[in-house]
C-alpha cells in the first residue's frame, strides 16, 4: 500500500491552477481557493492562477502557455469537465496532451463513487502530460477538487511518496525531446 517515506526530504514543485467558469470571479472561486490552500498548506508553489472563460480555445491556449514555462511543473483546471454544451475543458486538455493519464479518471471516478456514489459517473476528470507538464482536469465544485488533491494529487505529488510518485519521474518527461 502507499505510504510516505519521512526519510526523504520533501521537494516541493510550482503548480498553476485554472478555474474554467463562464460566471466565477476570484472573490467567488471556492473551488480555486480549495486548490490553492491545499497546494500552499502542503508545502508546493502556487506558481499562477487565472480565471478563464469556457472556451475551448482558450483553456487550450493558456494550458500551452503555462507548458512552455519551466517555473511551472502541475497544471490543476477546475471547472468545465461535466456533461453540458458548455462543459470543453476535458477537450482543450486533450488539444494540448502529449500523453494522456487514462487512469487518472478512473481513480477519480473510484474515489468519487465512494463519496457520491452513482453520480461519479458524470465526471470526465482527466490527467495527461505536455513538454514536461502535468495537467489534471477536475470538476468545479470544492468538494471534487478537495477529493482530488486529498485522495489522488497530494499523494502523487509528494517526492516521498512510495511504492512510486509523480514528481520522481518529472525529470524524464521530456526526455524524448532533448537531443542526443
Known amino acids: 500500500m502507499s505510504r510516505i517515506d519521512e526519510t526523504k526530504t520533501f521537494l516541493p514543485i510550482r503548480i498553476a491552477v485554472l478555474t474554467v467558469s463562464d460566471t466565477r470571479s476570484m472573490d467567488e472561486d471556492r473551488s480555486g481557493d480549495t486548490l490553492v490552500a491545499r497546494i500552499e498548506g502542503a508545502g508546493h508553489v502556487l506558481a499562477d492562477r487565472q480565471i478563464i472563460q ?79 507538464t502535468y495537467l489534471f482536469a477536475l470538476p468545479g465544485s470544492p468538494g471534487a477538487c478537495k477529493d482530488a488533491w486529498d485522495e489522488i494529487l497530494s499523494l502523487q505529488l509528494d517526492y516521498r511518496h512510495r511504492p512510486c510518485n509523480f514528481v520522481e519521474i518529472l525529470p524524464r518527461l521530456d526526455e524524448h525531446l532533448r537531443r542526443k
Open 54 to 132: 469556457d472556451e475551448r480555445e482558450q483553456i487550450a491556449a493558456q494550458l500551452k502557455s503555462w507548458c512552455e514555462q519551466p517555473d511551472i511543473d502541475v497544471v490543476i483546471s477546475t471547472g468545465g469537465t461535466g456533461l453540458t454544451g458548455r462543459d470543453v475543458t476535458v477537450e482543450a486538455h486533450r488539444d494540448v496532451y502529449e500523453k494522456e493519464i487514462d487512469a487518472f479518471g478512473t481513480v477519480f471516478t473510484m474515489v468519487s463513487f465512494n463519496k457520491i456514489g452513482t453520480s461519479a459517473i458524470q465526471s470526465r476528470a482527466t490527467g495527461g502530460v505536455c513538454n514536461g
